[in-house]
């Protein structure tokens, strides 16, 4: 068959389902179009749009590994990710359209997480913010410029829920809570994706990852998942059925095994619960090779069985392994993989495909015109210092060192102050640190050379201690001390476990003999996990969590620094006292022996420290106070039918203008199994002037009580709860109610 006759073909067909426009779903045309275009397809075809390459983009330019391009020529190979640029992607895309057979177009993924070029805060950061139009804004900016690069995919949001600082991935998560990671989850995904993938300034998102890879064993990436499947369902799985039902049409398998089984060769995982319970209709990809890696975790003997296992669990495309692509074929002809798996791979990859515009427009997203205009444009800049100054979390400012005053001389400390590259964070896309100004440019402006000495001091990392005379002498000559410190990006994210969460090397020492000289002294923390922060509290007199805050963070920093605004972060996953207590979460279960019993001894507790965290769950102060009135409840008995509205009265009680994020929280007293002591049902986000108050409700239903159950149904149980609000999860008002039958 020649090219011109399956392009006429294939044109018919198309023409053909848009007559039906009138007569059908937009799914139905969209699988119509796929029937057509699956029907001229080989064997060969259809199993190379079930592979994905990668570009050799970030290691040796805009280029492709030998073999791929003569791969996309013969239709072996559907799919590419690490390329971007419009230019690039155009040149690869051409090459798909119009040299192969069927000329299908190519999907372009990149790991698009907190930016493209513009980059945000990292996902955790963002997640402090507790601004959900603010992170979708963040998304859907991201997505505009990755779209006017060449890319359509991107591998994000990760929803996996975490309690475990010790791993590194959880900089690129919304934190501990199922509640809030849903919502985040779902704003991320609307972000990315908007009301219509053909439109240009949308790109797929994609579900990572699936499933419950927040929780490895020691904190290790990698590393085995074990859990009940109870603590599965309530906890873990909540934010990716967020995700799917705000319409991700594509998921990532995780790397990690779950009772037993890796994901990427799970049938519970990947069509159990993701396509029978969640419904999911898009396509599922591996994680990097993880079809290869199923050998080395001992469940196959070798890639070929990985290979078939992974197609029959439901994985529809293999990210870089070549499994596919070596093995798959054979499999078929042996009958050991059933032809309706592939079809419905393909089928699945091709909608998704068809709902992107490629086929109608193949070079979509390759708009070197575009692209021009939107990276980096003023609003995209403006949008990322909005969400860089929302997610910093103000954990201590005693004696209202903050904020600093216009005019004050300012001793700024440590080599985080001048690295724009740390500002970016892990998973940093292809932003350039080169464009960007440190924390300590952006304080000189704002606050003028004169009034600003800077010396290093130390390094991040390591302990060399020859810079602390120079720092000590720059200090002595300052009204107050800034000093930044903290983790470098590359301890954070993908690979990057630690055994330890202290601030590493002599930054600490250094602090301390900082503080020798009675200065105020203010800390700004960049990092990308919880840390270990006991000494650090004691020793600083107000301290700034500004994780890894993105392209614009410097000029963030100095603004929440100087009062141009005020802090109204909070922490989404909790801080320990001590290594000892991870995993640590606000959302803990009572035990027959509690904390609060009479008995000295004879009770869960550390006999070397305290229970509690040094920063909770839900917690970050202003530069003004809250003040929060008793809770007023609708009704005291929740009916079935019914609803329960809980309102407080929340008043600005100091000095500036303010955000409170308004927390609810409920505790089901006693449960068929055991639950939680508290379970976050709702927040608020409310800005107050000075002096204002105002009332927020929260609305409870029946619904938001439901949980597995004994029999592992899953529902509500009446019985008597507790209800409280307040500004984080520890400090809140309370109030009871009764669920009846």
């Known amino acids: 068959m020649t090219k011109k006759l399956v392009v006429t073909i294939l044109a018919a067909a198309l023409f053909s389902a848009c007559n039906h426009s009138t007569q ?183 579900v990572k990852h699936f499933a419950a890879y927040g929780a490895p064993t020691a904190g290790r990436d990698y590393n085995t998942v074990d859990m009940s499947e109870r603590v599965f369902l309530d906890t873990y799985l909540p934010p990716y059925k967020a995700a799917i039902d705000a319409g991700a049409m594509s998921v990532m398998s995780s790397f990690n095994e779950y009772d037993g089984v890796p994901a990427t060769g799970s049938h519970y995982l990947l069509t159990d619960i993701l396509r029978k319970k969640l419904g999911f209709k898009g396509f599922v990809v591996t994680d990097y090779t993880s079809i290869n890696e199923m050998v080395n975790h001992g469940v196959v003997a070798n890639e070929k069985e990985a290979g078939i296992m992974a197609a029959k669990a439901g994985v529809d495309m293999d990210m870089q392994g070549e499994v596919y692509f070596k093995y798959m074929k054979k499999a078929l002809e042996d009958g050991l993989i059933p032809m309706k798996v592939v079809n419905d791979a393909v089928n699945r990859i091709l909608h998704v495909k068809f709902m992107l515009g490629l086929f109608k427009d193949p070079y979509l997203y390759c708009n070197e015109a575009r692209e021009k205009r939107e990276v980096y444009s003023p609003a995209h800049l403006d949008a990322s210092y909005d969400v860089a100054k929302k997610s910093m979390v103000l954990l201590k400012n005693a004696n209202h060192v903050l904020p600093l005053k216009k005019g004050e001389k300012i001793a700024v400390i440590g080599e985080l102050a001048t690295s724009t590259r740390d500002l970016l964070g892990s998973w940093k896309a292809a932003g350039d640190w080169n464009f960007m100004k440190s924390i300590l440019d952006e304080i000189k402006t704002y606050n003028g050379d004169a009034n600003v000495i800077y010396a290093e001091g130390c390094k991040k990392e390591g302990e060399d201690r020859g810079g602390f005379p120079a720092a000590l002498a720059a200090a002595r000559k300052a009204d107050k001390i800034v000093m930044v410190i903290g983790e470098s990006c590359e301890w954070s994210g993908e690979a990057s476990s630690r055994t330890n969460i202290n601030v590493p090397g002599v930054q600490t020492e250094l602090l301390e003999k900082l503080k020798a000289l009675n200065k105020p002294i203010v800390v700004v923390l960049m990092n990308g996990r919880p840390l270990v922060l006991t000494k650090e509290n004691e020793l600083a007199d107000a301290m700034l969590e500004a994780w890894f805050p993105g392209t614009m963070g410097g000029k963030a920093i100095t603004h929440v620094l100087f009062g141009e605004y005020n802090p109204s972060g909070k922490l989404t996953m909790t801080f320990p006292r001590a290594l000892g207590q991870v995993p640590i979460f606000y959302y803990e279960k009572n035990t027959g022996r509690p904390i609060y019993l009479a008995n000295p001894k004879y009770k869960s507790r550390y006999i070397d420290c305290p229970n509690d965290p040094l920063f909770p769950f839900g917690y970050g102060l202003s530069y003004t106070t809250f003040a929060y009135s008793d809770i007023k409840l609708s009704t005291t008995e929740l009916t079935a039918e019914g609803e329960l509205k809980a309102s407080v009265n929340v008043t600005n009680t100091g000095n500036v203008a303010g955000e409170e994020v308004v927390q609810c929280y409920v505790r089901d007293l006693v449960g068929s199994v055991t639950r939680p002591v508290k379970e976050l049902k709702g927040f608020e986000k409310v800005a107050l002037k000075v002096g204002e108050s105002k009332v927020v409700t929260f609305t409870i239903k029946p619904a938001m009580l439901a949980f597995h159950r004994a029999d592992m149904t899953y529902g509500t149980e009446p019985g008597d709860f507790k209800l409280f609000i307040g500004g984080n999860s520890r400090d809140v008002k309370e109030v009871g109610f009764k669920l009846k039958e």
Request: aromatic share 8%; net charge negative.
């Open 24 to 206: 059908t779903s937009e799914e139905k045309r969209i699988d119509e179009k796929v029937d057509s275009v699956m029907r001229l397809m080989t064997i060969d075809e259809k199993i190379g749009q079930m592979v994905l390459y990668t570009s050799d983009w970030d290691v040796t330019g805009p280029s492709l590994k030998k073999g791929y391009i003569d791969e996309i020529r013969k239709g072996n190979c559907g799919n590419i990710f690490n390329a971007h640029t419009a230019a690039y992607t155009r040149k690869l895309q051409k090459i798909a359209v119009e040299e192969s057979r069927l000329g299908i177009p190519l999907l372009f993924g990149y790991d698009v997480i907190h930016g493209h070029k513009t980059i945000f805060p990292i996902s955790l950061g963002e997640s402090a913010s507790w601004d959900l139009a603010a992170i979708e804004k963040s998304a859907r900016v991201s997505a505009t410029e990755a779209a006017a690069s060449g890319i359509n995919w991107t591998f994000a949001p990760m929803c996996d829920i975490s309690v475990e600082p010790r791993w590194g991935r959880v900089s690129e998560g919304a934190g501990e809570d199922p509640y809030l990671g849903s919502k985040i989850a779902a704003a991320r995904v609307h972000g990315f994706q908007g009301d219509n993938l053909g439109d240009t300034l949308t790109i797929l998102a994609c």
